[in-house]
Each structure stands twice: as C-alpha cells, then as structure tokens.
C-alpha cells in the first residue's frame, strides 16, 4: 500500500508524459533522422547524406540573412512589447472605476488567432484599400506601400506582433505589481520619494524578475515565428521579412527539399534551447549574487 502511493503521482503524470512523447519528442527524432538525409520530393530514394545539409545551410547566404531578420525582428519586438508592457501593467494596476473594463479591452488582442490578426493587419496595411492609408490621406499625408517596401513591411510584421502580444507582458507585469508590498510604497512617500523615484528605485527593481520571466517566454515565441509573418507577408518583399521558420516551410513545401528543411528546424531548435538555457542561467546568476 505505502508503495502504491508513492507511484500513484507518477501514476497520473503518465498520460502527460505520453502525449509529450507523442507529440514532441518522437516527431522530434524524425526531424533530426530525416535532416541527416537527402531526401527530395523529386528523388523517391532516401539516402545517408551525413552532415551535407547542414552544411549546404550554413553555407548559404539567405540563411544567414534570415537569421539577421530574425534577430531583428527579436530585439526590436522584444524591446517594444517590455515597454508598452510596462506602461499598460502600471495603468492597470491604478485603482480606477475602469480599470476592471481596460483589463479586459487589453486582453482581447492576445485572445484573437494570430492568423486572423494577420489578416486584419493585412487589410489595414493595403495601399489602396487600407484603413491606414485612408487616414493618411484625409490627414494629407501620402500614401505608405507598407507590405511592398523592405523596410515597410519589417516594421508592418513588428507592429502586428506588439499590437498582439504586448497585453500578454503586461497581464505578466500586472501580477508582478500585485505581488509588490504597498508598505514600501507608503514609507517611499514618507521619505519623500517622487513618482518616478518610487519607479525607478521600488517598482522597475521588483518588477525584473517577473519581467524577465515575460521577455523569456516572448523571445522563445518569437525566435521561431511563422503565422504572423507567412500570412501578411509570405516573407516577402525580396526576402525582407522571411524569418527562419518561413524559410524552413519553404525549403520543405516551395523547394521541395525536406532533408535541408528539416536541419533548419533542428538548427531554430538549438538557437531557442540556446537561447533559453544562456537566458535563464544569466538571469539565475544575477539573482544569486543579488541575494
């Protein structure tokens, strides 16, 4: 019987623990059997191609281009949605007749499927049709190719993506001022602290860790997105905005090479663990030496 419950935990985690075998780690194994081959939609014979692919990838200078874009995309989204994460957190934090009803209006873009959130940028960013260019218009501004310039269409994919998951850093940032003692904003105010003293010496210190864990969970999301950028751009002008996930989809489905897409996916895999792994050992670092 004590035997009985001492597996009975692992007892119910064994359904979990299958399902993530079955969804990740076995198609996992495949990916990374099938990035050793040379395996093309044309050729029907799968062959041992060793390390070929990935070199044939980190030979070839639209790989690197992308992972600048990616990069890219990554720091400048990123640095974005923290501030305006920030800045929504503390003004739904403020105790206010509205604040209940602008928790809710700030949520519902992180609620919307990104891929429709495309499409609605999509529609808004047309030069001829777009809601955007109207009011430049009527404000007698000219009118912006925003999908059709390189430069354009990054920053169009950017402000899609801070408009749609700047409300999941700020609910982050909301629960971490919850958790912040108001003793030590009453004796701040005692002392004579400021507003911007109370931020920048209580609030923004407290607040890193949680803010942290938020930047994590964002740049892991955004170092291998594809809806977003597939659905407004398709990548494109000129591979301006072609992130590795898209040129992976387009190794596998446009070129046909599934051997070559598939250490693409391996290589994204190994940059988020990287990332990840550097990311939370630092933040674990500083926190130690902190304490």
């Not at 749609?164 to 105010?189: D, N, R, W």
């Not at 170092?223 to 190794?251: M, N, W």
């Not at 391996?266 to 304490?291: D, E, R, W």
Request: glycine share 6%; with cysteine.
């Amino acid at each position: 019987m004590i035997l009985l419950k001492t597996k009975m935990p692992y007892l119910f985690l064994l359904p979990g623990i299958l399902l993530v075998l079955a969804f990740n780690f076995i198609p996992f194994i495949d990916t990374l059997i099938l990035s050793f081959k040379n395996a093309k939609l044309i050729v029907p014979e799968e062959t041992f191609a060793g390390f070929a692919n990935y070199k044939a990838i980190l030979t070839h200078s639209r790989f690197w281009y992308s992972l600048f874009i990616t990069l890219s995309f990554v720091f400048v989204s990123i640095s974005l949605e923290a501030v305006l994460g920030v800045c929504l957190g503390l003004m739904m934090s403020q105790p206010s007749p509205v604040s209940n009803f602008l928790r809710i209006l700030i949520l519902i873009p992180w609620t919307i499927p990104t891929v429709v959130t495309a499409r609605m940028w999509q529609w808004m960013f047309d030069y001829n049709l777009g809601i955007i260019n109207y009011l430049f218009q009527n404000l007698g501004i000219n009118q912006m190719n925003w999908l059709g310039k390189p430069f354009l269409a990054f920053f169009s994919i950017i402000i899609a993506d801070v408009w749609k998951t700047a409300p999941f850093v700020a609910i982050i940032v909301l629960a971490g001022l919850s958790a912040i003692p108001q003793e030590i904003y009453k004796a701040s105010v005692v002392d004579g602290a400021n507003a911007w003293q109370r931020f920048r010496f209580i609030t923004l210190p407290l607040l890193l860790p949680v803010l942290g864990v938020a930047i994590l969970f964002r740049a892991i999301d955004a170092l291998r997105i594809f809806d977003l950028v597939y659905v407004l751009t398709g990548g494109g002008p000129g591979g301006s905005t072609e992130t590795l996930s898209v040129y992976a989809y387009k190794l596998f489905f446009y070129k046909g090479d599934f051997g070559q897409g598939a250490a693409t996916s391996v290589i994204i895999l190994l940059l988020v663990a990287g990332f990840g792994y550097f990311y939370t050992k630092k933040s674990f670092s500083a926190n130690t030496v902190k304490q």
